[in-house]
């Protein structure tokens, strides 16, 4: 595998504060192409060997405005039990339900941008389900949980122009904890 040539902004870039525009179809060559490179980023970031040859950090998911493009696209590379990964390619999405319940890594989340170790809790929807629509335009519904659930959120959310640490409280940063269940 060779490493795409991806550079992901940094948290103070304001770009990374600016709520991106919807897509239009027919994609152009070149988007399909980055899509397919932010892919193949973040599966190289979750394979020990490369994320060692490269000096890379393990990322899940990397939204469009993260790498200075504010469109509404972002991909999620799961990895699996199998040691194989199943790719989310997810374009101008809504979020039309979620669950009553709220979860929280209790690790923290992370972020390709965010190069620093951030205290505290981000309240998420256990469950949620999309609209979106696929790399040929189509629409599509699509329902996730638990930690699926929270990587689409902080995905979103970078479509909106928010970062993770927007969502924690500052003065009290594990604020109502007892109240979410920690995944």
């Not at 790719?87 to 941008?113: A, D, F, M, R």
């Not at 959120?153 to 940063?173: T, W, Y």
Request: net charge negative; hydrophobic share 35%.
């Amino acid at each position: 595998m060779k490493l795409p040539n991806i550079t992901i902004l940094d948290e103070k870039d304001k770009l990374l504060h600016t709520k991106s525009l919807e897509v239009t179809f027919p994609l152009t060559k070149e988007d399909k192409k980055h899509i397919e490179d932010m892919i193949t980023y973040l599966t190289m970031s979750q394979i020990e060997e490369y994320e060692k040859k490269y000096n890379l950090r393990a990322g899940m998911g990397l939204a469009y405005v993260q790498t200075g493009i504010p469109k509404r696209i972002f991909v999620i590379v799961e990895e699996l039990e199998d040691k194989t990964f199943k790719n989310y390619i997810v374009i101008n999405p809504k979020i039309i339900t979620h669950s009553e319940e709220q979860i929280y890594v209790g690790e923290g989340e992370g972020c390709l941008s965010v190069n620093r170790e951030v205290e505290g809790i981000v309240p998420r929807y256990a469950r949620i389900t999309i609209e979106a629509q696929d790399i040929e335009g189509n629409p599509y519904k699509l329902r996730v949980r638990e930690d699926i659930s929270v990587a689409f959120q902080h995905e979103i959310d970078h479509l909106n122009g928010i970062l993770f640490v927007d969502r924690i409280d500052k003065k009290n940063p594990y604020k109502n904890r007892d109240l979410y269940r920690e995944i």
